[in-house]
């Protein structure tokens, strides 16, 4: 997630040479990534889906990101 960053909100994956966007609400990939990348992040966006939201409005107003565990 960018601090200077667009609507909708959204953060971003990388994956080997794949980059992608990932809405949060939505779950919608913009770009390519392996289905098997594609399933852990998606995953562990809806585990976290509140916390991001909480960073995406924190990254909006200029301000520190908190940490969000990694899926395991």
Known sequence: MFWREHEPPHF???YGEYE???EIETGEIHGEFPARAAR???EW???H???LLENWHLARMGKH???I???E
């Open 40 to 42: 852990f992040v998606l």
């Open 69 to 71: 565990t990694p899926l």
């Open 45 to 47: 966006r809806d585990l």
């Open 20 to 22: 992608v966007a990932i």
């Open 12 to 14: 971003h994956a990388a």
């Open 65 to 67: 990101l908190e940490p």
């Open 49 to 51: 889906k509140r916390e």
